[in-house]
């Protein structure tokens, strides 16, 4: 029941593909747990990294981001991804950014239409990388290279700033 100021939280609560454990310990901005949002909508991210509804918020080896090659690999890019995002939102002075509905769902719909006709989606086997409803939550559907690419630089103009810090005043040394 207490608040605390923190620089970072990190939860490592295991690894389900169809429903990640850490999505129950997770509110968004709008107060519902990020499991309810992703049992109705999905499980879905932007690059595996962030979501909308969840300002400064970094999630490792998301929704749509599990490629033919180590997870170590993976979290490697997205490490990048968040360095350089922590740097440049640094840079700009920003305090809270967020990732806009928008950009997460068509983002999210490019990402099911290009899975279409994979083995992953139309192997005709029963596989942990569909949902309930047949929606593939863990595919990338890209080469290793576009991936590593695409997450080789924070693309901060696909988010939006909600607010700056304060002025800094300089401090006589």
Not at 131 to 146: F, S
Not at 150 to 164: A, E, P
Request: proline share 5%; glycine share 8%.
């Amino acid at each position: 029941g207490e608040a605390r100021e923190v620089d970072a939280i990190v939860f490592g609560t295991g690894f389900d593909v169809r429903h990640p454990p850490v999505a129950r310990r997770i509110r968004c901005a709008t107060g519902e747990l990020l499991s309810e949002r992703w049992e109705t909508e999905g499980a879905q991210a932007y690059l595996g990294t962030t979501m909308a509804d969840l300002p400064n918020a970094f999630l490792m080896v998301g929704p749509n981001i599990v490629v033919y090659t180590s997870f170590i690999s993976v979290a490697d890019y997205q490490c990048h991804y968040i360095v350089d995002a922590i740097r440049q939102l640094d840079a700009r002075g920003v305090e809270v950014f967020r990732l806009p509905r928008e950009t997460q769902v068509q983002y999210n719909i490019e990402v099911q239409r290009k899975l279409q006709g994979t083995v992953w989606n139309e192997g005709k086997c029963t596989s942990y990388y569909l949902d309930e409803q047949g929606r593939n939550l863990a595919g990338w559907p890209g080469t290793i290279p576009q991936l590593k690419r695409r997450l080789s630089r924070f693309d901060l103009v696909n988010y939006q700033v909600w607010r700056y810090r304060e002025a800094q005043r300089a401090v006589p040394a």
